[in-house]
């Protein structure tokens, strides 16, 4: 069965240092991922997403992930971050899995940024 | 362009008692899902839509749970009679195919006393 594996609950940085949330995945053939963060009392904002192509994508506010096929992973990172960055964070993949498509989230991961 | 809309933003009911709440997806989306979030989990589906057919409700607990999108665009969750385990954000998403990037609406939350 597809799964996504979070495996940080929360993670501590100070602003302007760089930021990397981690991202595992169970399925059988290449999914299409996504990263979404989540601010206090407020939906889903997709911040990126991987369908083909380059396994570097590039998103909004500063934000980038990395396919990488043998460890499974889509790993969102930023190089300096900001006292707004402080959210949760979640990765998704779509799959296809009994005659029909799904995206299956993780648990996510909540970033708390020190000034 | 307007995203998803979602209605009420907010809502407190006493156990047993129904409650509904409204989505409206992006202009021209065929697709429309229906999560459930709880605290300090991810969003878990209940049901999709394509037009105005549940493609998958598996999810859906049907003892107490409906939702309708009866003209493809507009669509409605409703809990009958809602319990103190139903608290929670429930996130409607839309989509242009099932399989395309879902949007999502900033969510109802749902107090049950």
């Known amino acids: 069965a597809q799964s996504v594996t979070q495996p940080d609950i929360h993670i501590t940085v100070s602003e302007g240092a760089s930021l990397e949330l981690r991202c595992n995945y169970s399925?059988?053939?290449?999914?299409?991922l996504f990263w979404y963060v989540q601010s206090p009392g407020q939906g889903l904002q997709l911040l990126l997403k991987?369908?083909?192509?380059?396994?570097l994508v590039q998103g909004i506010k500063g934000f980038e992930a990395e396919f990488k096929r043998s460890q499974s992973s889509f790993n969102l990172r930023k190089p300096s971050v900001h006292w707004s960055d402080a959210a949760e964070y979640f990765c998704?993949?779509?799959?296809?899995?009994?005659?029909?498509?799904?995206?299956?989230f993780g648990t996510g991961t909540r970033l708390k940024v020190l000034a | 362009e307007a995203g998803v809309v979602q209605s009420p933003r907010y809502k407190i009911i006493e156990k047993k008692q129904p409650v509904a709440f409204w989505c409206n997806p992006i202009?021209?989306?065929?697709?429309l899902y229906w999560y459930l979030q709880n605290l300090g989990q991810g969003p878990e589906l209940l049901i999709r839509?394509?037009?105005?057919?549940?493609?998958?409700d598996s999810q859906l607990p049907k003892d107490r749970f409906s939702a309708e999108r009866l003209k493809g665009v507009d669509s409605t969750l409703k809990i009958q009679p809602a319990e103190l385990g139903d608290s929670a954000v429930y996130l409607c998403?839309?989509?242009?195919?099932?399989?395309?990037?879902?949007?999502f609406g900033p969510g109802t939350r749902l107090l049950v006393l």
């Open positions: 991987y369908f083909s192509g380059d396994t």
């Open positions: 839509y394509e037009n105005e057919e549940a493609v998958d």
């Open positions: 399925y059988g053939a290449t999914p299409y």
């Open positions: 202009s021209g989306h065929n697709t």
């Open positions: 998704a993949v779509g799959a296809q899995g009994s005659g029909t498509y799904k995206y299956i």
């Open positions: 998403a839309s989509s242009l195919t099932g399989a395309e990037t879902q949007y």
